[in-house]
């Protein structure tokens, strides 16, 4: 059974940036790709960006990209977020996910691509 832990959440002035990390437990992690998702209050959960097992291939929400990167560590069994120019409307739960595949492309960026979620870590980013 995959655990995942996400940490590095917290309150942010616009335009700040902020580090998310996920670690996760089991033998799987470097032949799993990786998600993260994120909830703002009153809607549903989206995607933000996902790594391949080797980041080979790296995928990002509109929303995201060129403020966002995410990233891994196989050796520490870790997934990062790192976040810039942070806007409110980046307020939000943001879930780390892990797939029991270790490829990602366009289809598969969807909730139920994925089999195993972190508990979430709250980012708020004020105005």
């Known amino acids: 059974q995959v655990q995942l832990v996400e940490s590095g959440g917290g309150l942010v002035q616009a335009g700040g940036s902020l580090r998310l990390s996920c670690a996760a437990s089991?033998?799987?992690?470097?032949?799993?790709?990786m998600g993260w998702f994120r909830q703002a209050p009153g809607k549903e959960r989206e995607f933000v960006a996902a790594?391949?097992?080797?980041?080979?291939?790296?995928y990002y929400s509109n929303s995201a990209e060129g403020r966002f990167t995410i990233s891994r560590d196989n050796t520490k069994n870790t997934v990062y977020l790192q976040m810039k120019s942070l806007k409110p409307t980046d307020t939000a739960v943001y879930y780390c996910a892990s797939r029991s595949f270790p490829g990602v492309s366009p289809t598969a960026l969807v909730e139920n691509a994925y089999n195993y979620w972190g508990q979430g870590t709250q980012v708020t980013v004020s105005s």
């Open positions: 089991g033998r799987t992690f470097s032949m799993s790709a």
């Open positions: 790594i391949s097992a080797s980041s080979i291939n790296l």
